[in-house]
Each structure stands twice: as C-alpha cells, then as structure tokens.
C-alpha cells in the first residue's frame, strides 16, 4: 500500500509543479540560475513533530513538513521522518525535510523558492539560508502577519499581568492591547498597499509608523501621518513609567521586521494543510506495530487535501488508472473540495 500511495504522492507533486511553473513563466516570475531563465515562485512552509516514550526506554520522533506555492495553494514538496533516538531534536526533521524540499526543487520541478513565508520561529529559515545551495539566489522570508502581531501580543499580555507594575497601570494597558495589534495591523495595509504611489511607502515608513503605534494608542498624536488618525493631542502622562519601555520595546521589535512584513503575507494556507495533516492522525493511537502507518496517514492527507474527500477516485486517476466506479467521478464532480483538482483537469 504504501509503494501506491508514495507512487501516486510522486504523480501529484510533479503534476502540481508543472502547473506551477507553466503559471510562473505566464507571468514572467523568472529569475536567472547558472545563467538559464528559470521560474521563480513563492512558497509557505510548515511542519508538526510527534514523540513517544515506549515502555523499553526508546524514544520516537516522528515528524512532517511541507512545502506550499503561494498563488495555487498546491503542495510541491512533503516528507516525513522517524527518529528512534533521544538527543535528536524534533524540530530539526521539520527544517531537514524542508531544506532537501529546496535543495531538489529545481532537479524535480525545474523551479526556484525565491520567498518563504514563515512564522515567528526563524529556525527553519537559518537552515534554509546556510544549507540550501541555489547557485547566486538568496532565499528571503516574508514574515506572517499574523504571527507577528501574535508576537507583539504576548508581551504585552505578559506585562499586563505583571504584578511588579501597578494594578492602575496595568488596567490602563490592558484594553489598548488589542488597539496596538489593530494600529500595527493596518499600517501593514496602508504601506503593503501604496508602495507604488508617487510618494510611496517603503519598509522605512512602516518602521516609523510601527514605532510611533504606543504614542498614538496613548494620545500623543504629534508624529501620527494624515492616513493613520486625524485625533488631537491628549496625552496620558500616567502611562510614562517603567510599563512604557516594555510597550515601546514590544513594538520596536515588531518594526524591526518592517522589511519582512511590508509584503503583507500570511502563512494561513499552510495551517489548512495542517489540519488536514491532524484528522488524520488524530483519534485512534497510532499503531506503532504497523509498519509506515505514520507515512501512510500523512499521505492521506495531502491525497484530501488535493482531491477533497472523495481522494481515492483522485489517487486512480493520478497512478493513470481510470476503472474506478463512475459514481466516485460524479460525486467528485459535485465537491467543492475538488477545486484544486479540477483547475489541473481544465488545463489538460
Ligand atoms: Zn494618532
């Protein structure tokens, strides 16, 4: 079972990279590698680990990772690994099956990941930036916006528990906390958007209007820019103590990733795909005596993910083979699941 499914895994990778790179080169996302043109496209990353103690003393890492073009939302790289073995870190299988994704993309699909957008946690992308090897590209991240705004969140949240500062200090911080991710939020916007203006916004403007988000939110309005508010001065003094730093400092570093953020991306497709990953490997405990379960449900995964529920209808077709029942393609047909399937079909 599991040499189909890895069968028809390959099918639908490769399928889903040509229609990839035949929509990059439309639209002229090339960059040049070794001299040669080649399509250039933009890609999520993510991955999710497991471990297990088992009564004898040995330890299981099992882990996922997958990679995701951007526009098409289709999955051009997937791997999982076990590790029977205590010092190895979980988190490392994540950024090795990602980094071989990048390091055989242009052998196996005959495109380059130029961006990665990513979350918070930059270690994936240190592995990608010292073990990937794109002959003179550099990959850049874009920064999820919705997982910097949850990291400027948090310290505020933390300070505003923080029983070292004054309860009537933290009360007044408290409600702004959201009104801070609400300002940042729209800044991303406001300058994502007018970056082509004739004065236009750059990751400089956005820094600046980042940095200058606590003023705002505590009434000093003098450095506020026509399109964020139109409010007069009313300072609120009581708020200028130690809890200040700690404002200001959360949102300093929120503008620090002004470059990354400018782009207005979110990672959000690649948590669909996750979650897909988690109903399948959620419920019964996975049988460890059962050789390559853990791959085999992984696999299911991505097979709805790509096709919806009616899968194996899809899975026939991907491996060429097309007895299956005719009332699998009639359902299939019907699905709105099948979205991405049917787009590959049309262009057949
Ligand atoms: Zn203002």
Redesign the pocket.
């Known amino acids: 079972m599991l040499l189909k499914f890895k069968n028809a895994q390959n099918c639908i990778l490769k399928q889903n990279g040509e229609y990839v790179k035949k929509l990059a080169i439309e639209r002229g996302y090339l960059v040049i590698v070794a001299g040669k043109e080649m399509p250039a496209v933009n890609v999520v990353v993510d991955g999710s680990w497991s471990k297990r103690t088992y009564g004898h003393g040995h330890d299981s890492n099992t882990g996922m990772a997958v990679i995701i073009e951007e526009d098409t939302k289709l999955v051009l790289w997937i791997g999982t690994r076990n590790k029977y073995c205590r010092q190895y870190p979980p988190k490392s299988m994540e950024s090795e099956i990602i980094v071989e994704g990048f390091n055989k993309s242009i052998e196996f699909h005959g495109l380059v990941y130029q961006n990665v957008i990513g979350d918070g946690d930059s270690s994936v992308y240190h592995e990608i930036l010292n073990r990937v090897q794109y002959p003179n590209i550099m990959v850049r991240k874009f920064e999820c916006v919705n997982h910097a705004l949850k990291n400027v969140k948090k310290p505020l949240i933390e300070s505003s528990n923080n029983t070292k500062h004054k309860l009537e200090l933290r009360k007044i911080l408290k409600p702004k906390i959201e009104r801070i991710a609400t300002a940042a939020a729209s800044a991303i916007i406001y300058n994502h958007e007018h970056q082509y203006d004739e004065v236009p916004t750059t990751s400089l403007t956005l820094r600046e209007d980042i940095i200058n988000i606590p ?2 939110v505590f009434g000093s ?1 003098h450095k ?1 820019k026509e399109y ?2 139109g ?1 007069k001065d009313e300072p609120d003094d009581t708020v200028l103590l130690l809890i200040w730093q700690e404002i200001k400092k959360a949102c300093e570093n929120l503008a620090n990733k002004s470059g990354r953020l400018i782009q207005n991306k979110n990672s959000n497709l690649c948590e669909g795909f996750m979650a897909q990953v988690s109903k399948f490997l959620q419920g019964k405990r996975l049988n460890v005596s059962q050789k390559n379960g853990y791959e085999i449900r992984v696999l299911s995964a991505l097979f709805a993910y790509q096709f919806g529920p009616f899968w194996l209808a899809g899975v026939t077709k991907a491996l060429g083979r097309n007895q299956h029942p005719k009332i699998w393609i009639d359902l299939s047909r019907q699905n709105l699941w099948n979205s991405k399937l049917m787009i590959i079909e049309q262009e057949d």
């Open positions: 003023n705002h309005h506020c964020f508010c409010q």
